[in-house]
Antibody, heavy 121, light 107 residues
Framework: QVQLVESGGGVVRPGGSLRLSCAAS????????MHWVRQAPGKGLEWVAA????????YYADSVKGRFTISRDNSMGTLFLQMSSLGAEDTAIYYC???????????????WGQGALVSVS | EIVLTQSPAALSVSPGERATLSCRAS??????LAWYQQKPGQAPRLLIYSASTRATGIPARFSGSGSRTEFTLTISSLQSDDFAVYFCQQYSNRPLTFGGGTKVEIK
């Protein structure tokens, strides 16, 4: 079955950087757009970034634009999120999530990873 | 940015009763609306997409309705496993946005 497993979370100082990974299995990774969604402790969900199935199109929330970079390696079946200039407002669980189609990146999420906690302190 | 407003923020319901959750969009999203369930310590799970289509494996007691700006998630007879937080999400426009959530609690 489909599995998405995030890694790379941890504690980082304000102004620091961190790279998250999301390893996909049980699917043909290159067929699907992928997203990062975050959730601050005790709060709601916030969309962060998206990348098309082939990596040619990328989109970002205004809150992270210029600081975060989404990328993917289809040969490895892995999604990445490079985060820099981190602040306290970036503290959250970061989920990777897939959309059910390669045709459109603006979609709902049919599978989610279990999340990686990023704490900026 | 399309703002989604969920109501109520919290809902106390007895097992076996019906729960009705609302999601209102600040502008039309057509039927491009999904619902998710999230339990403590877990990732969200897709329940409904296209406003009214149940995702694979979702029980028939979950139903979605609505279009344009007004949407409803109904749980017809609450089971103990259904007590959780429910989020709506629009995918009509970027940025994708979520509602603030409705917590369904045991009465």
């Amino acid at each position: 079955q489909v599995q998405l497993v995030e890694s790379g979370g941890g504690v980082v100082r304000p102004g620091g950087s961190l790279r998250l990974s999301c390893a996909a299995s049980g699917l043909t990774f290159s067929n699907y757009g992928m997203h990062w969604v975050r959730q601050a402790p005790g709060k709601g969900l916030e969309w962060v970034a998206a990348i098309s199935f082939d990596g040619s199109n990328k989109y970002y929330a205004d809150s992270v634009k210029g600081r975060f970079t989404i990328s993917r390696d289809n040969s490895m079946g892995t999604l990445f999120l490079q985060m820099s200039s981190l602040g306290a407002e970036d503290t959250a669980i970061y989920y990777c999530a897939k959309v059910p189609t390669r045709l459109d990146i603006t979609f709902y999420f049919d599978f989610w990873g279990q999340g990686a906690l990023v704490s900026v302190s | 940015e399309i703002v989604l407003t969920q109501s109520p923020a919290a809902l106390s319901v007895s097992p076996g009763e019906r729960a009705t959750l609302s999601c209102r969009a600040s502008q039309t999203v057509s039927s491009n609306l999904a619902w998710y369930q999230q339990k403590p310590g877990q990732a969200p799970r897709l329940l409904i997409y296209s406003a009214s289509t149940r995702a694979t494996g979702i029980p028939a007691r979950f139903s979605g309705s609505g279009s344009r700006t007004e949407f409803t998630l109904t749980i017809s007879s609450l089971q103990s496993d259904d007590f959780a937080v429910y989020f709506c999400q629009q995918y009509s426009n970027r940025p994708l946005t979520f509602g603030g959530g409705t917590k369904v609690e045991i009465k």
